[in-house]
């Protein structure tokens, strides 16, 4: 039996996670947390198989959560589930330890699928992604200038490409206005930009926008 816990700050997310999951006479769900902190303290008391992790959670944000873990039990498969399309997050988590990405927009067995590969050891990516990463491997592409920016950084650049204000942020963070606003500044400086226009004709180009 595969023991699973399930990270997202949304109950009915993790209903329906659940549901979905019951229908898998080899999976069973032991637990179920609402922030990194809580799924944190979760893993250390129970035994274990597969965390499923969304990445957008307040407090300790699920890629501080995912690192935490990754180094805690590195062995311990982590499956992201999360609302952002591949081109956002999913090399940016699997470079933190994750053992694989899928969006939430994907099929029940295609989840499902993924918990049992991760489980046997392997790695989840979608067709679509490995051939993006096999590509950059054999081009030996450099980085761009958002793969320079901190984790924290990194999710208030796709946010206000996504056009959202600095108050929607800091609320959707659990961060004060202040603090989104030196992130902001922080970004602006590394990538070498000037207005939020810049940064959003960039998240666009780049696929960075919900």
């Given at each position: 039996m595969i023991k699973i816990v399930i990270a997202d700050d949304h109950p009915i997310v993790r209903a329906g996670l659940k549901q979905i999951l019951a229908d898998a006479s080899?999976?069973?769900?032991?637990?179920?947390?609402?922030?990194?902190?809580?799924i944190l303290k979760?893993?250390?008391?129970?035994?274990?198989?597969v965390v499923l992790l969304d990445i957008?959670?307040?407090?300790?944000?699920?890629?501080?959560?995912?690192k935490q873990m990754s180094v805690e039990n590195p062995k311990l498969p982590i499956l992201v589930l999360s609302m952002?399309?591949?081109?956002?997050?999913?090399?940016r988590v699997l470079k933190a330890g994750a053992s694989g990405y899928l969006t939430k927009a994907a099929a029940p067995e295609q989840l499902i699928g993924a918990i049992r590969k991760v489980y046997r050891g392997g790695r989840y990516v979608s067709p679509a992604?490995?051939?993006k990463l096999a590509l950059g491997l054999q081009s030996g592409a450099t980085g761009l200038p958002h793969e320079t920016l901190s984790?924290?950084?990194?999710?208030?650049?796709c946010s206000i490409s996504s056009g959202k204000t600095v108050k929607e942020i800091a609320a959707e963070l659990s961060l004060s206005e202040k603090t989104i606003s030196t992130y902001r500044t922080r970004i602006l400086e590394k990538m070498n930009m000037k207005s939020n226009a810049e940064l959003t004709h960039y998240?666009?180009?780049?696929?960075?926008?919900?």
């Open positions: 080899d999976i069973e769900v032991v637990g179920e947390a609402g922030d990194g902190h809580e979760l893993i250390r008391k129970r035994g274990v198989d957008t959670m307040p407090g300790l944000m699920g890629l501080d959560a995912l952002h399309p591949e081109e956002q997050y999913a090399i992604l490995a051939e984790d924290r950084e990194y999710q208030v650049l998240g666009i180009k780049h696929d960075l926008v919900d």
